[in-house]
């Protein structure tokens, strides 16, 4: 691939090589996750940058600052799903950088901190009540 690579083509590629493994090592639903990803990374492309797809040496950590603020405030995506989205982003492109596709992980050393909602239980004596 080499320095003119793109971050979509290099997605697209990656798919295609994930859909490979799917029944094998890799399982479908994981396969229609990873497209989600690429068509919300797509979107914000298109909206930030009006472009169809961008250089993979050009990201760097502000692109990713954006992405997250884009997928909470545009998209109305919450921070958990957000951290996994952009997980599985950087586990693409470290992929990417380890085939030596790339020679700099655009990446490497970003990290997004999900917060979560505090989350209430039912009493445990809750079942046992009668109507």
């Given at each position: 691939m080499?320095?003119?690579c793109r971050?979509l083509?290099?997605?697209?590629?990656y798919?295609?090589?994930?859909l490979?493994?799917?029944?094998?090592?890799?399982?479908?639903?994981?396969?229609?996750?990873y497209?989600?990803?690429?068509?919300r990374?797509?979107?914000?492309l298109?909206?930030?940058?009006?472009?169809k797809?961008?250089?993979?040496?050009?990201?760097?950590?502000?692109?990713?600052d954006?992405?997250?603020?884009?997928l909470?405030t545009?998209?109305?995506?919450a921070?958990?799903?957000?951290?996994?989205?952009?997980?599985?982003?950087r586990?693409m492109?470290y992929?990417?950088?380890?085939?030596?596709?790339?020679?700099?992980?655009?990446?490497?050393?970003f990290?997004?901190?999900?917060?979560y909602?505090?989350r209430?239980y039912?009493?445990c004596?809750?079942s046992s009540r009668?109507?």
């Amino acid at each position: 691939m080499g320095d003119d690579c793109r971050l979509l083509q290099t997605f697209n590629e990656y798919l295609a090589d994930f859909l490979k493994r799917v029944d094998k090592d890799r399982a479908y639903f994981t396969y229609e996750d990873y497209c989600l990803r690429r068509r919300r990374l797509a979107a914000f492309l298109e909206y930030e940058y009006h472009v169809k797809d961008i250089p993979f040496k050009e990201p760097k950590g502000d692109f990713i600052d954006k992405f997250v603020v884009y997928l909470s405030t545009v998209k109305g995506i919450a921070s958990g799903t957000i951290h996994a989205g952009v997980k599985k982003l950087r586990l693409m492109t470290y992929t990417v950088y380890k085939n030596g596709w790339v020679s700099v992980d655009p990446f490497a050393g970003f990290h997004v901190k999900p917060t979560y909602a505090e989350r209430r239980y039912l009493p445990c004596n809750w079942s046992s009540r009668s109507s």
